[in-house]
């Protein structure tokens, strides 16, 4: 197991790195001072060389956690021997109006100022986002969009422990490909607010705000699952029946449902489990079921010869909708898009 930790100068990589346990913990920039003591005075083509360097010979280690920098403002340093060298990629955001502050008091990272620091950490997250695609490796966005940083990271800590102990998006998604029937056709469907018109969290009055980042990896999947279960601890759910709930199929897409059916949800276990019984539909679900994984079930089904339809309404399905061969998109009551969606490329989706 090799974690990768990125981030922007100050966001925090060295602190989380001090108190990690359970793994050897390296740290990359001195490693390359190891190899290249001037490193700082060398070329850009010179360093690129260094990194890859280090990167080959680590490649001969196991179960550790490093601190990576994939640009500095317009300057691209992540390398294909970085990308090939870990398992997982950890990003951790922080709200730039924080980073800002803390470099404006950093006579280091003061100099990174003149970059657009929001517009920065989004490219480095897509970037690395479409990579770990593309290679089927772990992808997660480290966020607290309640505070906009950590201020315990005990919370973190917990995570890369769950991700030693085998949390892998990847490997569930491999999982449920396996699972599910050999078919031409393969129609994915998300749940809340797609294949029902309502939320089943939201019906039995759970809200929260772990995804106002709009991140949607495991680690938001993995927060959400362990506070919903908290949750459930205090209201009296066990006996409401879907229909006691008022939950309804969504008319606008079971038409359009083809193949081998088959519902993927974060959604209330006890509710969907009641609506795919009755529905005579196979469901998967649970901590690890997040919009990477979702890609990776379509990515993998394709992979074993069908075609998948795929169907959701948000950005938890962004990257299943893309990847899929024919998608198509719920569209809100009042017949907008949903907000999450808000400036992504939506080409070829079938707005319903």
């Known amino acids: 197991m090799r974690i990768g930790l990125y981030g ?19 740290s990359g920039s001195s490693l390359l001072k190891e190899i290249a003591p001037d490193f700082h005075d060398l070329t850009d083509a010179q360093k690129e060389g260094v990194r890859q360097e280090l990167a080959l010979q680590l490649r001969k280690k196991d179960k550790f956690i490093m601190d990576g920098h994939y640009s500095f403002g317009d300057t691209v340093v992540f390398t294909e021997a970085d990308g090939q060298l870990y398992d ?7 709200d730039p109006k924080i980073i800002s ?25 897509e970037s690395l986002r479409t990579y770990c695609h593309k290679n089927n490796k772990d992808f997660f966005v480290i966020d607290n969009p309640c505070k906009g ?16 102990a085998g949390y892998s998006c990847v490997n569930y998604a491999k999982e449920v490909a396996d699972k599910i029937e050999k078919s031409d056709v393969v129609s994915l469907i998300d749940g809340d607010r797609t294949f029902i018109k309502e939320d089943t969290s939201a019906l039995l009055g759970y809200k929260t705000h772990l995804f106002d980042g709009n991140f949607y990896s495991g680690f938001q999947a993995w927060r959400h699952n362990r506070e919903l ?14 229909e006691s709930l008022g939950i309804a199929l969504n008319e606008k897409i079971q038409d359009k449902i083809s193949g081998c059916p088959v519902i993927l949800t ?29 890609y990776f079930i379509a990515k993998f089904l394709q992979a074993k010869g069908s075609k998948v339809s795929a169907f959701g309404d948000s950005m938890n399905d962004y990257f299943m909708l893309k990847q ?24 070829g989706m079938v707005l319903v």
Request: glycine share 4%; net charge negative; with cysteine.
């Open 266 to 294: 974060t959604g209330h276990y006890g509710s969907w489990k009641q609506i795919a019984e009755k529905n005579n539909m196979p469901l998967f679900y649970g901590p690890m079921m997040c919009s990477d994984t979702k």
């Open 324 to 347: 899929a061969d024919e998608s198509y998109l719920v569209l809100k009551a009042d017949g907008s898009v949903s907000s999450s969606l808000s400036g992504r490329d939506l080409e």
């Open 101 to 125: 502050e803390r470099m404006s008091d950093s006579i280091r990272n003061n100099k990174y100022l003149q970059y657009d620091i929001e517009k920065w950490q989004r490219f480095e997250l």
């Open 149 to 164: 940083f950590f201020p315990d990271i005990s919370l973190i800590l917990e995570f890369i422990d769950s991700i030693v």
């Open 8 to 26: 922007l100068p100050t966001a925090g990589k060295s602190y989380i790195l001090s108190a990690v346990r359970n793994l050897e913990v390296l």
């Open 88 to 94: 997982t990629f950890l990003y951790l955001y922080v």
């Open 229 to 242: 279960s908290d949750y459930l601890r205090f209201i009296d759910y066990s006996v409401q029946s879907v």
